[in-house]
């Protein structure tokens, strides 16, 4: 209804200018002296996009043709989310609008420009999410995590971050940060991928190292169930491993997720050596001593001579070149480790009480006593002589040092220790003893090997009366000499019978003679005999 400027060419065409406009639909009639042509119908010429920016402040720029004059005939949609466009603005008259979106992440959407009852669509893409940092490690039950980047969108449904598979729960989004809660897990440098809208970003991300506060449980060398107390664990007992010395450990176990572990320790022994603890490749050691040797008991029969004697107890060590035995401070060589509990080993030849053996496992020690047998007395072999003889003392576990052997003997119960030399004859079995003179029968021989004795009762021999010269008139007074042995050398201690009655004056002792004044009598076949201590 509009009247255009128009100039004829010729009879069948006009030169007319259109005025601007959109749309289609549009009618053209031309008056010639008052008379309507026929309605001509025309559009104008179709909407195109020709480029889309998004500005800092996200408001998103349209480039393009045809998109008329007025705003009110324009509309500006994402088609698949229509609604979210809004301050739609045209900057410039049919080439320039801007407008903001409640959207700004997202890969091919369709965006569409509506001009009157004219549009366009095409497809547009959101600058993909950076990502500049975020917190560097984190608790491996999980916490708290910010990533810090652009172009993360506003809204959090449009985000998922991914961590070793496991998704976190996104708490918060704007266009530069994201809060989630990290999901529980381990390791170092491990894939974070975050996805808004399709749009992908990866970077590494790390949960915090382990940390060991506490080992308890079973330090026995045979290996045993120990308890790691810590933070950081984690709660998959597949990415658990650790060694001790070098040697790796077995069977573990989550027995409360990120805080209390168990494993079972190799067969070792030692102290202060290296447990390195491993949690998903990160690595946290620690010192670790194994239980000391404990000796409960030594076995053997304690012989003076050596013996096969078996220690026992706990925690021996499982590898022969690291336990060692010392006899009062001498090593042992030869030593058998029969097992954890057992070692066999040669005692030295010796005697005493109290001889220190210690055993030695890799830098720790036990020890426990050990006593020879003490001696016994099986005989005492000799003539006895009352004037004092050598004897040959036999027994078992009498030594083999004269210099660790003393000998006394004793008449009756209290009587004074006579002291005896004494040799060796046979090391361990039987001593050469000189007896010193004496008579009769209540005598004790005590032998003294190193400081454990053993006592033997003996008695010297009887005398013997041999032959008789001197007087033999019968008026008495004459002097009888008797002659013998083992007399003994203590006039006090002998007595003298002739025909049943005791002599009362005795002149002169000597071991093998004694002699006394005959008494006055007749007759052959007198009786005399001779008695020392009964």
């Known amino acids: 209804g509009d009247l255009i400027s128009s100039n004829p060419i010729s009879q069948n065409q006009i030169r007319a200018t259109l005025p601007s406009g959109v749309g289609k639909n549009n009618s053209l009639t031309v008056v010639v002296d008052s008379q309507s042509s026929n309605v001509y119908t025309y559009a104008f010429g179709q909407p195109r996009i020709t480029g889309i920016d998004v500005l800092p402040n996200r408001t998103i720029v349209m480039n393009g043709i045809n998109f008329g004059d007025k705003p009110q005939e324009i509309r500006v949609e994402f088609t698949n989310t229509p609604g979210i466009v809004h301050n739609l603005t045209l900057l410039s008259s049919h080439t320039l609008l801007s407008f903001d979106a409640d959207i700004y992440t997202g890969r091919n959407l369709p965006l569409a420009v ?209 336990a060692s035995v010392t006899f009062d401070g001498i090593r042992i060589s030869g030593i058998e480790l029969i097992s954890q509990s057992e070692i066999r080993f040669q005692v030295p030849q010796g005697t005493g009480k109290n001889h220190n053996v210690s055993l030695f496992v890799a830098d720790q020690t036990h020890s426990i006593s050990y006593s020879y047998a003490p001696p016994s007395i099986f005989s005492l072999n000799g003539t006895f002589a009352t004037r004092g003889s050598s004897a040959v003392l036999q027994g078992r576990n009498l030594g083999f040092n004269s210099k660790n052997v003393t000998v006394w003997v004793q008449k009756g119960l209290s009587g004074t220790l006579i002291p005896c030399n004494s040799s060796i004859s046979t090391p361990h079995t039987s001593l050469n003893v000189m007896l010193p003179n004496g008579t009769g029968t209540d005598w004790k021989v005590f032998v003294n090997v190193s400081n454990q004795i053993a006592e033997f009762s003996f008695g010297y021999a009887p005398p013997v009366l041999q032959s008789l010269d001197g007087a033999n008139g019968t008026e008495g007074n004459g002097i009888i000499n008797l002659n013998g042995f083992n007399f003994g050398v203590e006039i006090n201690r002998l007595k003298v019978f002739f025909d049943g009655r005791e002599v009362d004056t005795l002149y002169g002792i000597a071991e093998e003679k004694v002699s006394f004044k005959q008494p006055s009598g007749t007759g052959r076949y007198h009786f005399i005999w001779i008695e020392i201590e009964g």
Do not use: M, W
């Open 114 to 322: 509506f001009v009157k009852d004219q549009n366009f669509t095409t497809l547009f893409t959101f600058a993909g999410p950076v990502i500049y940092s975020l917190d560097l490690t984190t608790p491996t039950n999980g916490s708290t995590v910010f990533l810090y980047g652009k172009n993360f969108g506003i809204r959090s449904s449009a985000v998922e971050v991914t961590i070793k598979e496991a998704k976190g729960k996104v708490t918060f989004t704007n266009d530069s940060l994201i809060i989630f809660d990290s999901p529980p897990g381990t390791g170092f440098n491990v894939p974070l991928t975050l996805n808004v809208s399709g749009d992908i970003a990866s970077t590494v991300f790390s949960y915090e190292s382990p940390q060991i506060y506490n080992v308890t449980g079973d330090f026995s060398t045979k290996g045993g169930i120990i308890f790691i107390e810590g933070i950081n664990l984690g709660s998959d007992p597949n990415v658990i491993s650790a060694t001790i010395d070098g040697i790796a450990c077995s069977q573990y176990l989550v027995v409360k997720n990120h805080t209390l572990i168990s494993l079972k320790s190799p067969a070792r022994e030692g102290i202060r050596l290296t447990l390195s603890l491993s949690i998903d490749g990160q690595i946290k050691t620690t010192l670790f001593s194994y239980n000391p040797p404990n000796i409960s008991s030594i076995s053997g029969t304690g012989s003076t001579d050596g013996e096969i004697a078996v220690l026992s107890g706990t925690n021996f060590g499982s590898r022969l070149g690291v």
